[in-house]
């Protein structure tokens, strides 16, 4: 378990910013130095531990990227066709001998190119005939093949530590010949939600009762990241109760995380629940939805009580939290980077506040999709996350927004 001190995720008070936030968690918090090698097969969004590099060249030797007829071309002639007699066939697999000058041999994509040859043309362009080939002239030397260490040199650093794997990058490990990857331990993640309006799905609902949300909302974003969560439930608004159960929870995990409690009306009982045993400090964010968050620890285990709102735990979660979790995973992850889009509707919004409005994409006319914001508004509104496309983020200093702006979004798919 990594020790955090109590005062890691202390700061001077006033209103905190995204990017300052995730630079916080960067330099304070240490993840977890436990590795474990697993399998590539098994190594699917785990957390790179270390650099790779390449003992094998990617590819292995020069080989053809085409099917056709590789040559010397030295042997070409200038600004006419060239007949070259065909010795040698070359399938993907073969062992390649040399090339006689004069000569061309008959090749397939993956095949070794033979000792001298350095150009190949593709079948389509060639005209075989009675076991010569008649070649166009103006095919620039080295083409259609691919050198060997076109793509990683020997030594040459294949993937940074750091990295969550995705499948191109086990592919990647795969192709320089390694079969198992030295990745941190996953995660694991103690959740629960705080609340006496709050039921179980399923369970009977008293007249001023909702059903919990949020611990499935957060169960699923945690589990496609690798972690292991633990659920634990839903807590009264009880300071003594969740005193206990925060500190139970701390005991044998990486991270405790809760959603509701931490706004400041009155019935907010996580800050003395938390300091019952650890240090709680109140990050007040500048953004909607969202604010407050509530970081600490809790006998030495990092502590994050998200706000109630579901909407507002997504936003919170995946553009806040996310670089807590990436810290003490080591993993290097950046914030979700917008991409361009125009807005399809006025809109008025406070300056120094970053606004994460739900929006739906359509094609725009000149190439650049339109975004069109969903009906209801509220941070209590989960539709707003199922039927949108992305989150259109305005940032601090934008005071409106005009209908045709360029403003920026984060596509929905790419946050999970
Ligand atoms: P709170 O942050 O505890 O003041 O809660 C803010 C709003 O979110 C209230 O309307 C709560 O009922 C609602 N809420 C809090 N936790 C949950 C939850 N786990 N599931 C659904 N709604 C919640
Ligand atoms: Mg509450």
Redesign the pocket.
Known sequence: MPQLSDDCFAHGGGAMTIDEALALFRARVAPVAETEAVPLAEADGRVLAADIHAHTALPPFDNSAVDGYAVRHADLTPDQDSRLAVVDRLQAGDAAGTLAPGTAVRIFTGAPMPAGADTVYMQEDVEARDGIAILPPGLARGANRRPAGEEIAAGAMALPAGTRLRPQEIALAAGIGLDRLTVRRRLRVAIF???N??VEPGAVRGPAQ??????LLLAGLLGRLGIAVSDLGILRDEPAGLAAALRAAAADHDLVLT?????T?EA?HVKPAVEASGRLDVWRFAIKPGRPLALGTVAGTAFCGL????VAVYVTFTHIVRGLIAALGGEAWRRPRPMAARAGFNHKKRLGRTEFVRVTLADGPDGIPVATRFAIEGA?VIRSLTETDALMVLPDATERVTRGDLVGIVPIAGLA
């Open positions: 939600s705080t609340g309006e709050l909702v059903f919990d949300t949020n611990r959603t509701g409690g931490v706004s009306g907010d706000p109630g709102n579901p209590a």
